[in-house]
């Protein structure tokens, strides 16, 4: 009578209810003592240090950059492989080609340094400039 | 299926020139980087190369890349001497565009990033030379992305002045999500017909009768996503902030070479797909989607919004911006009226286009060059200060204007007349006055130039050898062409064949 | 219930609609990127449903490869772009950065 899916749509309602019920029956008989140390963030039992909402390092951006479209394009060395064997040593060549023009890609950012953790460049005084920018506009 | 590889590879060589040379020249900027002023002239090699390729292979009529069973006859791009004809006026655009930035101030404040900004603009031209031959709507696809994601880099890619990168961003912004529309657009038109090459598409649409509300929909999206490249009526927004910001050198490219690529775009699509019969030049083309009407409502709406945004306009480089939006509409009607005559008066307004814009742009450059400044207010009396280049930009902007005895006259002689012989006296008229509205722009510029008292010292304007022959290489033929013509009409004649089922 | 491509098209109209609205409404202009990405992973789900059950062979699976492999190409550039405009405005709110005059 159930085809598959409806299978799973009755667990996903079962999952759903079964946490609402749980939630619900908790709320009722629970004792209510709210207090600040328990609005505080978990970290291990500690106290929290600082805000959750840091700022990452500008550098974790170029990174996942580079990362994103490396990662992406070996996509397309999946079909080829598939038809590797047909195309015997053109296939090859074709695919050298194509890995070529991405080492290329690669050798580029290492020349030119986005690869490097080093210091950031944008020096203090450029930075708190931006932030008075910023700051002033809130304002 | 190995020997077609090779046969097809063989008729793309213009294509595999540049990408060799885009390759070079990422290699060259990795292994010297102490010099790099022999960049541009290496691409400029390789693009001279790639443009002699072309003008030799006139006669190549063929589809390339066939994919799938033996049995298909139709692959990714066709290659035909209409194709072959904007591959040229976008490879001498190009050249010229290389040319055009190694006067431009602009782009030698950036000269230690020299490499990535020609490796990009020879990415620009790629997408280009693949979009005019795409027979395939993932080749369309993916050739206007290749165009678009050099595009919005190089359009930042001075970061001299904020304007800049706002303008990349509203460029990638617009870009992307037309787009984006246009693959969805594309992804209903699969869905319902069953194939991706448009020559199949016409095959099936020839026995079977679509029409429904979703395939013009579809249709639509698809227009969305070309219209957006020629900056047409509706989806122009992004081109006036685009053309002001970027520096003026891709300012001019985008206007010339990018245009072009879309018009040759819109033009294989219209014909190629919904082509039913060729009657003596006249193409009747399938039920279902009212491609007359809907051109000639968009071209209409482009050319009227274009040329009265223009009277307002301050700043030259924008007004030159919505100037290109109005001549977008005027090559527009060129395809409404749906005839030979009407692709061969497009073809030929392209190469005037080519010489006048280029040439317009050209001399702001070299004025903003000089006072820093590209607002009207500024050129005051700089006429009498630097007449030869006030003589050049009148001779210029009477051309755009298509005045006589320029060859701007000829191009819009030429729409008129296709106009004409379909009986499409109403939009005619509407064109003219159109022209009509655009001399008060054009000659508003001339008045600052040459009437207009200013207090102000007049600055000094120096041009030099190079800026005087690169005007003239684009002031001759604008105006020998306006009287002696037949020349441009019987090259443009020659490459009117376009690859039909 | 057998699961058919009706399913398909209506999971990507719905996110091509979530994805126009997104671009449309959206300040921040990564969100409006964002939008995009929905807008082209629609249409890839029309391709690869398309494919599957219109019998029309493996073609459309190849697009929607090419098409994911050009979104990242293109979310690369994007947040290239994204990142200068906030060195150069401190924000990212596309209303808040009007030089260019309308």
Not at chain 2, 303 to 330: C, E, P, V
Not at chain 2, 422 to 435: E, R, T, Y
Request: hydrophobic share 55%; proline share 2%; charged share 15%.
């Amino acid at each position: 009578m159930l085809t598959e899916f409806g299978k799973i749509f009755v667990f996903i309602i079962l999952a759903g209810a079964f946490v609402g019920i749980a939630i619900f029956a908790a709320m009722l008989i629970r004792p209510k003592r709210p207090s600040h140390e328990k609005d505080l963030i978990y970290e291990c039992g500690e106290n929290p240090e600082g805000s959750p909402w840091v700022k990452f390092n500008i550098r974790f951006y170029v990174v996942a950059l580079i990362f994103l479209i490396f990662d992406v394009e070996i996509v397309l060395l999946f079909p080829w492989a598939l038809v590797y064997k047909t195309f015997g040593f053109y296939g090859f060549v074709a695919g050298a080609i194509f890995l070529l023009v991405l080492f290329l890609g690669m050798a580029y950012e290492w020349r030119k340094g986005d690869l490097e953790w080093a210091r950031p460049k944008i020096n203090r005084l450029e930075l708190n400039k931006l932030l008075e920018k910023k700051e002033q506009q809130v304002s | 299926m190995l020997e077609n590889l090779f046969k097809d590879l063989s008729l793309i060589y213009p294509e595999i020139i540049v990408s060799v040379t885009l390759l070079l020249v990422v290699l060259f900027d990795l292994i010297y980087d102490k010099n790099k002023t022999i960049i541009p002239y290496l691409g400029l090699i390789g693009l001279f190369a790639a443009l002699f390729y072309s003008l030799g292979s006139v006669d190549i009529e063929t589809h390339a890349f066939i994919i799938g069973d033996t049995g298909n006859k139709f692959g990714l791009l066709s290659l035909d001497p209409f194709g072959n004809y904007f591959r040229i006026i976008i490879l001498i655009t190009s050249i010229l565009i290389i040319f055009f930035t190694k006067s431009s101030s602009e782009i030698h404040s950036i000269s230690e990033r020299s490499g990535e900004f020609y490796t990009l603009l020879l990415g620009m031209v790629l997408g280009m030379m693949f979009m005019v031959s795409a027979s395939d709507l993932i080749m369309i696809y993916i050739s206007v992305e290749i165009l678009s994601l050099s595009s919005y880099v190089l359009t930042g890619f001075t970061k001299l002045r904020d304007r800049d990168s706002e303008a990349s961003l509203k460029y990638l912004i617009y870009g992307s999500a037309s787009s984006g529309i246009m693959l969805f657009g594309m992804s209903l038109i699969y869905g319902l017909i069953g194939s991706t090459n448009i020559y199949e598409i016409n095959e099936v649409l020839q026995t079977t009768s679509i029409n429904s509300i979703i395939y013009s929909f579809a249709l639509i999206l698809i227009f969305a996503g070309i219209g957006f490249k020629i900056s047409a009526a509706p989806f122009h927004f992004w081109t006036p902030d685009v053309y002001e910001g970027a520096p003026i050198s891709i300012t001019a490219f985008l206007s010339v070479a990018s245009k072009a690529a879309g018009f040759a775009l819109l033009i294989r699509f219209v014909k190629v797909t919904f082509l039913a019969d060729n009657i003596e030049g006249n193409w009747i083309l399938l039920q279902g989607f009212d491609w007359q009407n809907f051109l000639i409502i968009i071209s209409v709406l482009t050319m009227t919004l274009g040329n009265f945004a223009a009277l307002w306009q301050d700043n030259l480089k924008r007004m030159l911006a919505y100037s290109s939006i109005a001549h977008a509409g005027y090559m527009l009607l060129g395809i409404a009226v749906l005839t030979d005559q009407g692709l061969l008066a497009v073809m030929i307004y392209f190469l005037v286009y080519l010489l006048m814009n280029i040439g317009a742009f050209y001399i702001v450059m070299i004025i903003a060059n000089n006072i820093g400044s590209e607002n009207i207010n500024d050129y005051n009396k700089l006429g009498s200060a630097a007449p030869f280049l006030g003589v050049s930009l009148t001779i210029f902007l009477i051309s755009l204007t298509g005045l006589p005895p320029t060859a701007g006259f000829i191009s819009k002689l030429y729409i008129f007349i296709a106009l004409l012989d379909v009986k499409m006296i109403a939009v005619a008229v509407i064109a003219v006055l159109n022209s009509v509205v655009s001399l008060y722009y054009y000659i508003r510029v001339l008045k600052h130039m040459f009437i207009n008292e200013t207090d102000k010292t007049v600055p000094e304007i120096k041009v030099s050898l190079n800026d005087v022959v690169f005007i003239l290489i684009l002031l001759v033929p604008t105006l020998i062409l306006g009287v002696y013509f037949s020349p441009i009409v019987d090259f443009a004649q020659a490459f009117l064949s376009i690859l039909v089922n | 219930m057998e699961v058919g491509l009706n399913h398909f098209l209506t999971v990507s109209v719905a996110l091509f609609a979530l994805g126009l609205y997104g671009v449309v409404t959206r300040k921040n202009a990564v969100m409006v990127l964002m939008g995009v990405e929905l807008i082209l992973n629609s249409a890839n789900i029309n391709f690869v449903a398309f494919s599957r059950f219109g019998n029309l062979g493996i073609n459309g699976q190849i697009y929607a490869l090419f098409v994911i492999i050009l979104a990242a190409a293109e979310a690369a550039i994007a947040l290239a772009i994204v990142l200068n405009i906030y060195k150069t405005f401190a924000n990212v709110n596309i209303d808040e950065i009007k030089n260019l005059k309308e």
